[in-house]
C-alpha cells in the first residue's frame, strides 16, 4: 500500500506542471505573431488613406491656382507626387485626375476645380499569409477658382 501512494505523490507534485509554460508559448506565439501583423497593417491602410486624401487635397488647391487648363493638369499631378512622396507612400500605380470644367465658366460666376487621386499600395513586404497583395486608395478634392480672375 505504500508504494501506492508513493507512485500517486509523484504524478501529483509541481514535476507535473513541468513544460506546459513552454507549451502554452508555442501555441500562442503564432496567433500574437498573427494580431501584430493585422494591426500593424490597419496602421498601414489609415496612413495610406490619409495621405491619399491629403494629395488629393494640395493636387485641388494647386489646380486652382494655375491659369490655364494644361498648367492645372501638370500642377495637380506634381502637387500629388510630392504630397505622395512627403507622406513616404509607395504607390505601384498612381494617378491623378483633373476636373478643370470649371476654367470654361464665365468671368464673375463661382467655378471649381475638383482632383481625384488613386494610389495602389502593395503589403509585400509584410509578409502576412492570406493578406491580399495590394490595396487601392482613391480621394477627391474640390477647390473653389477666383471668379474674378482671368482664366
Known amino acids: 500500500m505504500r508504494r501506492v501512494r508513493a507512485h500517486r505523490r509523484a504524478w501529483s507534485g509541481p514535476d507535473r506542471e513541468r ?20 494591426v500593424v497593417l490597419a496602421g498601414r491602410v489609415q496612413v495610406a488613406a490619409g495621405a491619399v486624401e491629403h494629395a488629393a487635397m494640395s493636387a485641388a488647391r494647386e ?12 500642377t495637380a ?23 478643370t470644367s470649371g476654367f470654361g465658366a464665365p468671368l464673375g460666376q463661382s467655378a471649381t476645380v475638383s482632383a481625384s487621386v488613386t494610389c495602389t499600395v502593395s503589403f509585400a513586404d509584410l509578409a502576412i499569409p492570406g493578406l491580399p497583395g495590394s490595396r487601392t486608395l482613391t480621394a477627391t478634392a474640390t477647390s473653389p477658382i477666383d471668379r474674378f480672375r482671368a482664366r
Open 19 to 38: 513544460g506546459s509554460a513552454t507549451l502554452e508559448l508555442a501555441i500562442l506565439a503564432p496567433a500574437l505573431l498573427l494580431l501584430l501583423g493585422l
Open 63 to 74: 489646380a486652382s491656382l494655375a491659369r490655364t487648363v494644361d498648367g492645372a493638369q501638370a
Open 77 to 99: 499631378t506634381s502637387a500629388a507626387a510630392r504630397e505622395l512622396d512627403g507622406q513616404d507612400i509607395r504607390c505601384a500605380n498612381s494617378s491623378v485626375i483633373v476636373d
